[in-house]
């Protein structure tokens, strides 16, 4: 098998449970580096000690994706324990009603 995604740094955003519960475990078990982003602490928490349980690599982050200041904390959280990231695996649901050029970070 040809490892891709071996040593790669990946923040999945909704990586709590759910779909990206799931890839987070998988990309785990793929020998990742994984930056699990959820705004349930417990959830988040949780995922990474699966993920350490099993062997993996993994560090939690509680921040929201709905501001800019909480997407540049899960940066932050990437780079300060990986020194980069690789890929973004965005699983996070959140929904504001229009179009997307033309809502602001406020609503």
């Known amino acids: ?41 417990d959830d988040a928490d949780t995922m990474v000690s699966r993920i350490k349980e099993a062997g993996g690599i993994a560090v939690a982050n509680y921040d929201t994706v709905a501001t800019m200041a909480g997407g540049a904390n899960i940066v932050k959280t990437a780079i300060s324990n990986f020194g980069r990231i690789d890929i973004l695996v965005n699983t996070a649901g959140f929904s504001r009603k229009g179009n997307i050029v033309e809502l602001s970070e406020e609503g």
């Open 1 to 41: 098998m040809v490892q891709r995604i071996a040593g790669k740094v990946i923040m999945i955003t909704g990586g709590g449970g759910g779909i990206g519960g799931a890839v987070a475990l998988d990309l785990a078990a793929e020998e990742a580096k994984v930056v699990v982003n959820d705004y349930s602490k």
